[in-house]
Every structure is written in structure tokens, then in C-alpha cells.
């Protein structure tokens, strides 16, 4: 059958406007996830680089020769094959494979983060200490963790010690970091971030925030004590709020990571930046040596608190009433 003259224009001309459109919604979702990979990447992007482009000719190679096929077959012969290409999915993991960093990744979806925070009076003698055991840093943890303390504190409450436990503490929301730092250290510097650009900032507390007035603190951390966790211990320890660090060496993650869903592969994570010390100092791949080693092995958890407060004893002072600190969000310099 001899197809008119005006059918075949009619075909070509669906194939071109067609080739715009040829990218299935993985596809876009790669072009996107891509472009904000090698937007927020800290490390080297070189090779990532050269597999997102790799597979970025390939995707802009295929539609061209869908284009061709159907106008070949329109004239009645086929021409060219459309080519073989990796899924999105598999080059969306390739790209942060080659990113050669252990926090780039895909994140799996799971139960959610344990972000409670243990708070409780524990009294040695007729001493009274603050205990908390924070797990995890989320938004808006500064804010939960100061109304907690008041609703337990009497007008006559005073307190003559804080032990802060951040064993098994992998980090998360920097931010929440910043804050809860901001709870134990007035108008000083909390510490600092960079990030691939060369772009950051200084992160300040705000005068008379303070939940507790100049309390001495002893802060518990183990091997998995990580990143916001590491970053509220320095930012305590620069600013000369700690009187003694037990437990065992540190993790020494001193980076940040972004995060972002895309709808083809889920929530992406690569690391955008580093961390600094309130002294501008990195500590990244350096984990911190506690000036107290405990073997967590071989000892109680009431002898670990025990010992924490006989560190914590020589600096006791008669205790101080629960600070001015606000219930708003914090307003950062």
C-alpha cells in the first residue's frame, strides 16, 4: 500500500515533536538528581562525572534514533536500533558509587529515628545532677529537650552537676546540634561549616540562653558517638563548659550530608560539607581521645554514672536555677 505523500510529512512531524518529550519520568528524574549531585558534592566529582555524562549521551541518543525509526518505518524501511542503556535507577547508583565517599548513598526507608531524649534527676549523696542521654539530633530537638527540663524543675530546684550522655549517638540534624548547644553556652560561638564552594558560616548562641547558669558538665561518648554529636561535644569543650570527657574514643565524622527524594529513586544523601570547632578547627577522620577511658564491657551502667559524677564532684558548685531560655525557635547571628 503506497502511503500519500502528506501521512509521511504528518509522521515526521510527530517524531519531531516527540523527541522533546522522549524521557520516560526516570530519566528526567536522573537529568535532575544528577544536576544536584554535582551541585552539592564536597568530594571530587570527576569520575561521577564521567558516568552521569556517559549515561546522559546515552538517554539523549536514544530518542534521536526513535525519532529515525519511526520516520523509517513510515517510508516503509527501518533504520538504526535504539540503544541499550542502563536503568536511571542503576546510574543514579553508579553516579554516587563513583563519588568514592562512604555518606553518598540511597537512603532506605525504615522505622523512624529514635529522637527522644532521656531526662531524669539522679542524686549522689545530697547532690543533685542532671542526666541526659540524647540519641539523636532532629528539627526542633532544642525546644522539646528545654520544655522537658521545665516541666520536671521546681522554682526552688538546683542542680549541681549535668552528666550529658552521648554514647550511641550517630548525629542528624546539625542544626538541632547548634541549638542544643546554644541551651549550655551564651553568646559564643557554637562552631562553624564549609562547604564545596568554600561558602559558610559561623553558627553563634544568642545572649542569655542558657538553660542552665554555668553548671559544670561531664559527657559520656563511645566509638559510635558521630558527626552533630561530636559537633555539640567541641562546641562544649571550646567554650570551657566541660569539665570531663569519659568513655572510649569517638567516631571522627566530621562532615555533613544533604539530603533530597527524588520519585523514581527515593532519598539521595551526598556530603555537601565540613564541619569546624568553635576554634575553626576540622576534625574530620580524628576521633576525639576521652581525657577518662571507661571499658563500657566491664562496668555497670550505675558505676558509669557513678563515675561521671566523681569527675564532676571537685567542680560542684551550690547549683544554679533553670536559665531564662526561651520556648521560640533561635534566632542565629
Known amino acids: 500500500m503506497r502511503i500519500p505523500q502528506y501521512m509521511k510529512f504528518l509522521v515526521g512531524l510527530s517524531a519531531v515533536l516527540y523527541t522533546p518529550h522522549a524521557f520516560g519520568d526516570s530519566e528526567s528524574d ?24 556517559t549515561y546522559l ?8 534514533l526513535v525519532q529515525q525509526r519511526i520516520v523509517a518505518t513510515a517510508y516503509g524501511a527501518v ?30 526507608y525504615g522505622p523512624r529515628s529514635n529522637c ?20 539523636k539530633f532532629c528539627v526542633g530537638g532544642a525546644k522539646v529537650l528545654a520544655g522537658r527540663v521545665k516541666r520536671m524543675m521546681r522554682p526552688s ?15 542528624g540534624d546539625v542544626g538541632a546540634s547548634y541549638r542544643i548547644g546554644s541551651l549550655f553556652v551564651s553568646d559564643a560561638l557554637l562552631g562553624a561549616y564549609r562547604n564545596a564552594k568554600g561558602q559558610g558560616k559561623m553558627m553563634f548562641s544568642p545572649s542569655q540562653n542558657t538553660l542552665l547558669h554555668s553548671v559544670p558538665i561531664a559527657v559520656i561518648v563511645n566509638g559510635t558517638t558521630a558527626s552533630a554529636a561530636e559537633l555539640l561535644l567541641y562546641t562544649l569543650l571550646d567554650n570551657d563548659r566541660v569539665v570531663s570527657v569519659l568513655g572510649t574514643s569517638t567516631f571522627g565524622k566530621g562532615v555533613y550530608q544533604h539530603e533530597r527524594v527524588f520519585q523514581s529513586f527515593g532519598k539521595l544523601q551526598v556530603t555537601a560539607g565540613v564541619l569546624l570547632r568553635p576554634n575553626m578547627e576540622q576534625w574530620h ?28 564532684a571537685p567542680h560542684a558548685q551550690k547549683g ?13 547571628q
Open 79 to 108: 533504520e538504526g536500533e535504539t540503544p541499550s542503556c542502563s536503568t536511571a535507577k542503576d546510574a543514579i547508583r553508579s553516579v554516587l558509587s563513583a563519588l568514592e565517599e562512604p555518606f553518598a548513598r540511597v537512603l532506605k
Open 57 to 64: 549521551e546515552c538517554i539523549r541518543t536514544r530518542p534521536e
Open 116 to 135: 527522644t531524649a532521656d531526662i531524669s534527676t539522679r542524686m549522689f549523696g545530697m547532690q543533685r545532677v542532671l542526666y541526659v542521654r540524647l540519641r
Open 157 to 171: 530546684m538546683r542542680y549541681n552537676g549535668i552528666i550529658l550522655d552521648l554514647r550511641d549517638n550517630p548525629g
Open 320 to 332: 544554679d536555677h533553670l536559665g531564662t531560655y526561651r520556648l521560640t525557635d533561635i534566632a542565629f
Open 285 to 312: 577522620n580524628v576521633p576525639y581521645e576521652p581525657s577518662h577511658r571507661l571499658d563500657f564491657d566491664s562496668i555497670d551502667e550505675d558505676d558509669v554514672l557513678l563515675e561521671a559524677w566523681r569527675l564532676l
Open 30 to 53: 536522573f537529568i535532575a538528581a544528577y544536576k544536584w549531585i554535582m551541585d552539592v558534592a564536597y568530594y571530587d566529582t570527576t569520575a561521577a562525572r564521567n558516568v552521569g555524562e
